[in-house]
């Protein structure tokens, strides 16, 4: 089992629509999470951290963390074309770099207008 | 433009081959991250660099070396080149050594022939 799963998706929905995007992972000793959103040819851009369990808002983004479920989320209301994109998270025991992020394969999400 | 640039964008080289990848990091920023993406894979840490010292190793193979400059910019190595090691190659910087909130370059693309 990898220490985090996440759908690959292809994940195709209409503009305007409400997007969930989830990952599961296995080390309960993650305590931070991030989600970043990766445009075909470029690096990954970072989206969203949180630390520890909660919700957390950002304009159209609002992401979840369910320690007790090992369970993350990303949201992303009244979707726009221009959302589309493949979606990583990432998550780390501590926030010193001693251990790097470990990311999931990512999501490819498409938003057709 | 995410003020960290990698050279070059793009690398084709033979097995069995030496390559060097360069990343000059955000101004300000004294961290520097290597990350390997493949298709298989996805997105695996390799090794962080804070002010010029290793601080952090992942899933760096022996045959990769990086290290981090007096002028802070840092060059990833990678010999004895195979076929599988054919990926996209990013580097990251972040003002301190905390491993969340990182800004990615766009990569260098090796292909291994």
């Known amino acids: 089992q990898k220490e985090v799963e996440q759908d690959p998706g292809p994940l195709s929905v209409p503009e305007g629509a409400i997007v969930s995007l989830n990952c599961t992972y296995s080390?309960?000793?993650?305590?931070?999470f991030m989600w970043y959103r990766q445009y075909s040819r470029k690096g990954p851009e970072l989206l969203m951290y949180?630390?520890?369990?909660g919700n957390k808002e950002d304009g159209r983004f609002t992401a979840q963390v369910d320690k007790s479920s090992k369970y993350i989320s990303l949201f992303i209301r009244d979707s726009q074309p221009s959302d589309s994109a493949t979606y990583l998270c990432a998550m780390s025991a501590g926030g010193g770099g001693a251990d790097g992020l470990t990311f999931g394969k990512g999501t490819h999400l498409i938003i057709q207008p | 433009d995410s003020g960290v640039t990698q050279t070059p964008k793009h690398l084709i080289t033979a097995t069995g081959q030496r390559v060097t990848l360069r990343c000059s990091p955000r101004s300000g920023d004294l961290s520097v991250y290597w990350y390997q993406q493949s298709l298989d894979q996805g997105l695996q840490f390799l090794i962080q660099?804070?002010?010029?010292?290793?601080?952090a190793k992942g899933n760096i193979l022996e045959r990769f070396s990086a290290q981090q400059f007096p002028d802070l910019h840092s060059e990833l190595n990678l010999s004895s080149l195979e076929l599988g090691d054919s990926a996209l190659y990013f580097c990251?910087?972040?003002?301190?050594?905390?491993?969340?909130?990182?800004?990615f370059g766009s990569g260098t693309r090796l292909t291994v022939v």
């Open positions: 990251a910087s972040t003002l301190g050594t905390v491993n969340y909130g990182y800004t």
């Open positions: 080390n309960s000793a993650f305590q931070y």
């Open positions: 949180t630390y520890s369990s």
């Open positions: 660099y804070y002010n010029g010292e290793e601080r």
